[in-house]
């Protein structure tokens, strides 16, 4: 229909989805034969059994605990590539014009993964997408807030090479968030922007949490976005200052469905975000598990706050000002 059609020529950008994130059933399947990977007697053992445990995740961490299984079939360089070019090509049916793509190598690297693998296959898939589909495409390596924070700043020194080469441009955190506060890893982002003054900063922050965890990410760790950030509402102070000072939220909306943030994407504090002039963009988090990729969590938030052309035309412009991108590309964008 109309509004669809709307929606899908707008120039939209992606801030805020976990590579891993996107691994279907069918591909998760594949993989686990392919590699001879056996998956745990309490994994779901089919496509079917999968999707029904996808309708039932309980909060973050009970989606994580099925989410750590499910990437433990990536196994080689074009293991990962294909899983990153399969998201840009559906992304760029959903009108996708520029992505900055989260992925963990903590995840791999504890399975004896290189994390040279990891890398390499995503950054090989960014490309193809840059030159076959004309999607502009930034890498953003997360630490795994529930491991040590020693091992954050390992990780951080073995990509030195690949930030410094411009392969990977942005250090985020995620995982388990509740136990775990920003604070553990001031340093780990301290060194991240010691060997890359360049880098782009953000972290998880505000999903499940209580705005501190918000203006600590922004205090202590200097994050310039914060994903997700919805807990943001509780704190007119916060509101104002994410306001002035240009922080984009990252916003996941069928994520907040699936994992109990909310009940209801129309449950979201839509208004109070556009009238506080809180900039925003809109994301899918990890498509794979939660219903929908990106044009579909644009349709949720269209089907229940109905907002005018210019406030969409707004929230676009804004996420393409958000984007680590340069004057140039944003030009093109806008
Ligand atoms: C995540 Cl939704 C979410 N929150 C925190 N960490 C994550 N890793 C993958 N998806
Ligand atoms: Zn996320």
Redesign the pocket.
Known sequence: EQKRKFLHELPKCEHHV?L??TLSPDLLFTLAKRNNIELPAHFPSSIELCNDRYEKFTD?QD??DH?YIGMSVLMTESDFEDLAWDYFVKAKHDGLHHAETFF?PQGHVERGIPIETVVNGFHRASQRAQAELGISTKLIM?LLRHLPSQDGLKTINDAKQFYQDGIIHGLGL??S?KPFPPELFEECYALAKKNCPEIGLTA?AG?EADPSFISNSLDLLKVTRID?GVQSYRDDELLKRLAKDKVMLSL?PL?NVK?QVVSDVGELPLRKWLDYGVPFSINS??PAYFGGYLLDNYLAVESRFNLKPEEWVQITKNSVDGSWIDAARKKQLH
């Open positions: 976990h891993e994130g973050l989606f994580l989410y963990d997360c995620d995982s968030e998880h999903e997700h996941c994520s994992l988090d990890d």
